[in-house]
């Protein structure tokens, strides 16, 4: 590959400095040259004029779901997925996410093996798509996850593995390792028909056996917890990233200070459903659940942020509500309206913080030289308006790994496949009194 020149644009590095104007200079796959503008120089590089545009890292987004199949129902989810078209699927959509601007992603839980395998073809040049950590199967206990009675006493099903005792965790962990995940997940909290919200779902201890098996074959362990205990006991037990983190209270919040777990809100579900709701569907009552969480968890989130917890983006985009290549970057703008956070505190969040948690802060996430060419070049000024992020219509060179993005192409789309969808009969029960009178 040529040498590329990005001349004379604004450059947003991702460590939180302030802006300036700067040339970069890509080679390759890596970042050979930073200067001021019209310092970096290369003989035959191919130069682009980048004046009034802004070059920036490339996203991180670290809570992605792209094997899932964007479900619009935990029916369709576990019950109507096959493992080969479900792989070809997650392909698809992972060309989806690339082009919007994320060249980087925590894939955290998913269906089957596909995650690992997906991240070896993105590897190999056979699917096309951002750099990538993969998971397995969701860790449960036989309480189950969000899916509640849907999740098995025993086995796997879905995004779910259930594990009924300490030597079953053992195994599990052991067994997800050696398949090539590069971290393993816990689904702390779950949802019970009989009790209002998530409760935790696994004990201290259990907690501690997953992360003492991960950690001594040096993998990390990441945690799904949307009440105050789950939060407190997975930073205890040594959970490298929390997410969620829902109505976390003081002595949670003491926990992830002490143990140095790093935070991620994924508050782009809730806030998808509480504010757009209506237009995909969802009900009020729903609407007002997923503001609710938002508003009782943002102020402990801002708290831990200043305290100096380590706040990544994560979107959750897998789901009908998130779908993949459309919300990466409304994380980043919920954590100015949310949270208070500048746009460039936000963006390096977003960037910098997010290649740490991956494990490739010393990889990408930066604009630096011999950082990966990991580069998104686009037309507005995000510190200015953080939503201009989210529109790929403003983008004008992408760069992953070194290799350009074909921004001109059709966007992807696609027909629904056989039985992948659920469709109801009827909204309502057809009763003799709704038909006649």
Same mark, same amino acid.
């Given at each position: ?85 479900? @792989?070809?699927? #997650? *392909?698809?959509?992972? $060309?989806?996410?690339?082009? =919007? !601007?994320?060249?980087?992603? &925590?894939?955290?839980? %998913? ?9 070896? @073809?993105?590897? #190999? *040049?056979?699917?096309? $798509?951002?750099?990538?950590? =993969? !998971?397995?199967?969701?860790? &449960?206990?036989?309480? %189950? ?293």
């Amino acid at each position: 590959m040529a040498q590329i020149l990005l001349r004379g644009g604004t450059v947003i590095d991702g460590s939180g400095a302030p802006p300036r104007a700067a040339d970069v200079l890509l080679d390759g796959d890596l970042i050979v040259g930073v200067g001021e503008s019209g310092a970096a120089d290369a003989t035959d590089a191919e130069v682009f004029d980048a004046a009034g545009l802004t070059v920036m890292p490339g996203l991180v987004d670290t809570h992605t779901h792209v094997t899932l199949g964007e479900p619009a129902s935990n029916d369709e989810l576990f019950f109507h997925r096959q493992p080969a078209l479900a @792989a070809l699927v #997650a *392909g698809f959509n992972l $060309g989806k996410v690339l082009r =919007a !601007g994320v060249t980087s992603i &925590m894939d955290v839980d %998913g269906l089957f093996n596909i995650g690992p395998a997906l991240r070896e @073809a993105v590897a #190999a *040049g056979i699917v096309e $798509g951002p750099n990538m950590k =993969a !998971g397995l199967y969701a860790l &449960m206990t036989a309480v %189950g996850g969000t899916a509640g009675r849907m999740i098995p006493d025993e086995g796997t099903a879905g995004y779910a593995e259930v594990t009924r005792n300490r030597d079953e965790m053992v195994v599990a962990t052991r067994r997800q390792i050696k398949e090539g995940a590069d971290l393993v997940k816990i689904h702390v909290t779950g949802s019970l028909p009989t009790r209002r919200g998530e409760l935790q779902v696994w004990t201290l201890d259990e907690l501690k056996t997953v992360v003492d098996t991960a950690h001594d074959l040096q993998t990390p362990v990441v945690a799904h917890c949307r009440n105050a205990s789950s939060t407190r006991d997975a930073a205890r037990a040594g959970v490298d990233i929390i997410y969620h983190a829902s109505y976390m209270d003081e002595e949670a919040l003491e926990a992830v200070v002490e143990s140095g777990a790093i935070l991620g809100p994924v508050f782009t579900f809730l806030a998808n459903l509480a504010d757009f709701g209506p237009k995909a569907g969802a009900t009020p009552d729903a609407q007002d659940v997923f503001r609710n969480e938002i508003e009782s968890t943002g102020a402990m989130m801002r708290r831990a942020y200043d305290t100096g917890v380590t706040l990544i983006c994560g979107s959750e985009s897998g789901f009908v509500i998130t779908p993949c290549g459309h919300w990466h970057a409304r994380e980043m703008q919920l954590f100015v309206d949310v949270l208070g956070l500048t746009p460039l505190e936000a963006i390096t969040c977003g960037t910098s913080n997010g290649a740490v948690a991956m494990g490739e802060g010393h990889l990408t996430g930066t604009i630096e030289v011999g950082k990966r060419a990991d580069v998104l070049v686009i037309d507005g000024d995000p510190t200015r308006d953080i939503t201009v992020l989210g529109d790929k219509s403003r983008f004008r060179r992408l760069f992953c790994r070194g290799r350009e993005v074909d921004l001109n192409r059709p966007w992807p789309t696609r027909s629904p496949l056989p039985g992948e969808r659920v469709t109801p009969w009827a909204e309502t029960a057809l009763t003799w009194e709704l038909a006649y009178r």
